[in-house]
């Protein structure tokens, strides 16, 4: 079956940095890169009826404070027994710091990453698995 990836990212920079290695591995093709703001790009998508349902997996790493609106829109285009998978989730460690130990520059991200980390945790759609590799994945299997 033929399968595509949907990349979406405000800045074509930072895909143009990978591009050699996609070419390199000749899977040009495969990607369909939307150079946008993620909602926009994901509400676009969710116009599409064929498209509502259709993916297999969805890999988040893009603005914290936006997480949750991503999940909403995400669990209509993934399919029931996909996956999603959100990066960051632990923001250095310090979700499970002591607030007067973490950096002040920290402390904004920090406060999303723990309200969506508790949104999640509480949320039936999904049963999740929050893993401690590089900086905190959580893996969300659509129910
Ligand atoms: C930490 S980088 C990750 C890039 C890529 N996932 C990787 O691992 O190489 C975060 C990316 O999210 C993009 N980004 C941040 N906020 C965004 C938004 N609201 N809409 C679309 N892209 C966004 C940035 O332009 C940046 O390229």
């Known amino acids: 079956m033929w399968m595509q990836i949907t990349a979406i990212d405000m800045n074509k920079d930072t895909y143009e940095m990978g591009l050699p290695v996609i070419k390199k591995a000749g899977v040009e093709h495969k990607i369909n890169f939307i150079q946008s703001q993620a909602l926009s790009a994901l509400d676009e998508l969710l116009k599409d009826d064929a498209t509502r349902g259709s993916f297999d997996f969805a890999f988040v790493d893009a603005d914290k404070v936006n997480y949750q609106k991503?999940?909403?829109?995400?669990?209509?285009?993934?399919?029931?027994g996909g996956i999603i998978v959100y990066d960051n989730t632990l923001w250095f460690g310090t979700v499970a710091m002591p607030e007067e130990f973490v950096k002040e520059e920290l402390k904004p991200t920090r406060f999303y990453s723990i309200?969506?980390?508790?949104?999640?945790?509480?949320?039936?759609?999904?049963?999740?698995?929050?893993?401690?590799?590089?900086?905190g994945i959580t893996i969300c299997w659509r129910l």
């Open 70 to 80: 991503y999940h909403e829109r995400l669990l209509q285009l993934v399919k029931v």
């Open 115 to 135: 309200e969506f980390n508790k949104f999640l945790a509480n949320d039936d759609r999904v049963q999740i698995s929050q893993v401690p590799l590089g900086d």
